[in-house]
């Protein structure tokens, strides 16, 4: 019997039978998974991480739960590609992308994209190249061969650039007993990013009210179970250190743990501190991290191999094997909200991954958000007080500065009673600190001879000057032009006015009264990065600067030893527009700025320029009552039926055309159904009406808090007019910002 050659080889080389089906979430906008065939012979589970065909392309995915549909034949479905070497996501990190996408009412594969961020981490790191002492005596002995044998004869594996930098000898004498096979080549598992922590590396120094407030924490950490604790502590009051032992009950637990920051926060400072505390630094994960170190982490980060990480709010993404406890650090900080594609706020979010996890998950803030006070006082929360400063630190003694009767001199924008206690500070060799929370030189800048302003062409906002690189910016889109000579709408030469401060004019006013003081200009568009801000923040630390100048990234819990004085430029500045939380994201800016000062125990003051020295959040703030603030501010939130005692969603509608915004905004508007409890207000041109080239309508839905905001609004959104053309809509569940 014969057999046709042509039917052999079809036999050998036929595609795999596929007899089963599985959902696929994709990270693209769909509402659900894709179902895609299983070839026989390949193994996926719920949370393996795929490469499946969509259309022409080949795209990473997660198989999704749901089990198989018994309806759809494998046979006609197109075939997963490719299962990566790669532990699956837990059912906990899965129902936790399912909740965000329901919350946020954003599609699932969108939220998933945020956990699958690094994908050259989805297979194994390669090996690395090692040596192994064998034994044997080379042909010549020399002093340094000697310290490389010595070295390498307790039979521990090693790099060869690591033994030769460790035995103190160039890479040539290794390579040398290499060659006399001295060492034998063998392959070692990719070192890990970073250390394990040793969670009794150093005994922890806890006074009185820290000792009490570690043990209430720790309380809920022997529980292992979901809790939600409130540290409310004043600035330098040991917040830090008590949270530290959280997170070693936690290790010897053998859990990991996250630690979120808003990301100017994630200062080398930080980080040396924990260091000291646990003999290793955590893993960082920032939008600074080069990719390879990001793949390595995330990879490290869900084989359990890193056991603490430290990241700004896109680490609460990361797919850990086995997470413990959530830090939520400067929980009350506006950064932690996203507003690109998913809006989420990373802090509430932090809660529900403990409740899924069912894990502990810790606040700590010096000024917390008043939502956070709420849950506290509802028993929601346990709040943990720490009402003074560690050691024998005193708060800093605060002064308004009334701007109406101390007016600062023609041109300037510093009063002469801030200009005395800025010399004073100097003249002491202690350190001040002037905090405008402004960018750049001015933010207007006209023609004093026709009136032209310089606008941005693709926004409705003005160009700030940026004196220092010579440029007129724009800080939505980031459109730049170089500072004009003359006027371009009249030709008239240098006639052009700032208008207004930035840190770049007081800097310059600073140094026209104090030209032997050495100052720093700190800013957010700092040329450098993360990287520079670091070496500033550290230079300053060290005594290396007089005057300090800064926008807001000055107040995220950084420690000045010599900084005895703090200066507000203008305390009114948050308070000029129509947020409704104005009055309290001033008070803890401020407060969190004035904190800075005299945290080692030295004499300390925070004077504050102000035009409404009768305001409740100056008189809260220089009199240290911020529990009469939260009160009146909890009180006037209540009763208007904000959040935390209402519920708010924002519409943002944005278009080519301001005919197709508005008109698109005004269908959603007519389609919303009518429910008891839930109102629409709208649409309405936005503040900033114009962001890059786009208009912009905002609708607001404003319900009461057990209102069921999803359900109206997924209603709303199906009934209303579909997106077409350059028609987009964007949802943000609990909005911060109204711009």
Known sequence: ?????????????????????????????????????????????????????????????????????????????????????????????????????????????????????????????????????????????????????????????????????????????????????????????????????????????????????????????????????????????????????????????????????????????????????????????HSDLPPRMREKVWRQAVTGEVRVVAGARSALFLPFEDLGLIIVDEEHDPAYKQEDRVFYNARDMAVVRGRIGDFPVVLVSATPSVESQVNGQAGRYNTVHMPTRFGDAALPDLHLIDMRRHAPERGGFLSPVLLRGIGKTVERGEQALLFLNRRGYAPLTLCRVCGHRFQCPQCSSWLVEHRFRNQLQCHQCGYSERTPDACPECGTLDHLVACGPGVERIAEEVEKHFPQARTIVLSSDIMGGVKRLRLELEAIAKGEADIVIGTQLVAKGHNFPLMTLVGIVDADLGLANGDPRAAERTFQLLSQVTGRAGRTGLKSHGLLQTYQPQHPVMQAIVSGDAGAFYEREISERERAVLPPFGRLASIIVSADTRQDAEGHARGIRNAAPQVQGIAVLGPAEAPLALVRGRHRFRLLVHGRRNSDMQGFLRAMLSQGPKERGSVQVQLDIDPQSFL
């Not at 299983?38 to 949370?47: L, S």
């Not at 390669?126 to 002093?143: D, K, S």
């Not at 922590?197 to 000792?211: K, N």
């Open 1 to 285: 019997m014969t057999t046709d050659s042509t039917d052999l080889f079809g036999e050998l080389f036929k595609a795999p039978v596929a007899t089963r089906t599985v959902p696929v979430l994709v990270p693209l906008p769909v509402a659900t998974p894709y179902s895609y065939a299983v070839p026989d012979g390949v193994h996926v589970e719920p949370g393996s991480v795929v490469q499946v065909p969509v259309g022409p392309r080949q795209v990473i995915g997660v198989v999704w739960d749901g089990g198989e549909d018994d309806k759809l034949d494998p046979k006609k479905l197109r075939p997963i590609s490719h299962v990566f070497d790669c532990p699956p996501l837990t059912k906990e990190m899965r129902d936790f992308i399912d909740w965000v996408a329901s919350y946020t009412l954003s599609p699932p594969g969108l939220v998933a994209r945020m956990a699958l961020r690094a994908p050259n981490a989805f297979e194994p790191e390669p090996m690395v190249e090692g040596l192994r002492f064998v034994g044997g005596q080379p042909e010549r002995m020399t002093p340094a061969r000697t310290r490389v044998m010595e070295l390498a004869n307790d039979g521990v594996s090693w790099t060869r650039s690591g033994l030769a930098h460790a035995a103190g000898v160039s890479l040539s004498v290794v390579d040398g007993l290499i060659a006399q096979g001295i060492f034998e080549t063998i392959f070692l598992a990719p070192p890990p990013v970073v250390a394990k922590p040793d969670p009794d590396f150093t005994a922890a120094r806890l006074e009185g009210p820290q000792r009490e407030a570690a043990e209430e924490i720790l309380g809920d950490i022997d529980a292992q179970e979901f809790s939600v604790s409130l540290i409310d502590g004043v600035t330098g009051s040991g917040k830090t250190e008590v949270y530290f032992e959280a997170i070693a009950e936690t290790l010897r637990r053998c859990k990991q743990v996250l630690i979120l920051l808003p990301e100017i926060a994630l200062t080398a400072a930080f980080l040396e501190r924990f260091e000291r505390r646990f003999g290793a630094k955590p893993a960082e994960w």
